[in-house]
């Protein structure tokens, strides 16, 4: 996708080092950022100069390259993978991703393991791409089938950031948007600000104005009203983890939009790539979900009047406040979901009959 009219993609491969580019500057600054070792790229994860859960387990498939070739010792990459996979425990990519690479690496001899190993991250970055543009191609048909209907703007309300900058090219809940966009069809997003990051306001709105789409930045609890209104045609989001019966685990608040959109007859979709589907979970309750710093909700970023960028604390000194990153979405809540093999009820039979 673009910025400033030029392509990028969020992550990449170059003289021995991984090129992100930090999301924690955006939409402020834009940055391209070296990871140089596996604690950088462990470090990029955990403050989340890299998230989303596709782009953070291609960031742990080029982190196992760079403990490689920091160390080229078994027990070292051994180590690497344990602390990768313990970075961010709710999204199930991460995990994916080093299992896959731990497998690919088992029994490979040392004079061959830095090139086996890069191909395999390579091959885990280019999948998802060739996975999201599926999704898009596949969600384009709802967002047709509305437009046959309505002939005129499609609302669509999306909550955090589920498009390229959370992938690494195209996005999950937004690559529906930017095929239908590039086809002619007239859309405007709802973007949830999603508080307490501001991952709508700060990169879904931004890579949606590089794409030159319209939208408009909403407060995370303005999304009812809305629907009330008729003025949401539908939902899409994206995910961190999908069970096999359907259940969604995303971006907090997610929850509450998809009660709004039951509530209003909105259609409710989820966008995910197959390598978000946690098969081994039945029970919502096991899902580990991330408690982060407290800060993030005390204190907010942005630009002051010189174009710094400034924190300031917004709660009282003595006020406690609890983090909880991720909710879940109960399957009959969910319209359909996304993927790259097709779209498919939220369910175990749903799922089961895409990828058998």
Known sequence: MRIENKAYR???F????VKIIDQTKLPHQFI????????DAINA???????????????AAYGLVLSIIEKNDLSFLKKSSENLIASRP?????????????KKLSGVNEK????????????IAEEDVSFCKSIGLNGLKI????SRKKKDTINILTHCNAGWLATIDWGTATSPIYHAHQKGIKVHVWVDETRPRNQGANLTSYELNEEGIPNTVITDNAGGILMQRGEVDMCIVGTDRTLSNGDVCNKIGTYLKALSAKDNNVPFYVALPSSTIDWSIKDHKQIP??????EELSHVEGVDENDKIKKVRIYPQKSKSLNLAFDVTPAKLVTGLITEKGICEASEKGLKGLFK
């Open 32 to 39: 391209i950022k070296d990871l140089k070792t596996i604690k």
């Open 90 to 102: 709710t999204a199930i990519n991460l995990k994916w991703a080093v299992d896959r690479m731990m």
């Open 10 to 12: 969020t992550i990449w």
């Open 143 to 146: 967002i047709e089938e509305i």
């Open 45 to 59: 994860i955990k403050t989340m100069e890299v998230r989303g859960a596709p782009l953070i387990g291609a960031t």
């Open 289 to 294: 979900i991330e408690e982060r710093n407290s």
């Open 14 to 17: 170059e003289d021995n080092l």
């Open 112 to 123: 061959d393991i830095l090139k086996i190993a890069l191909d395999e991250a390579k091959a």
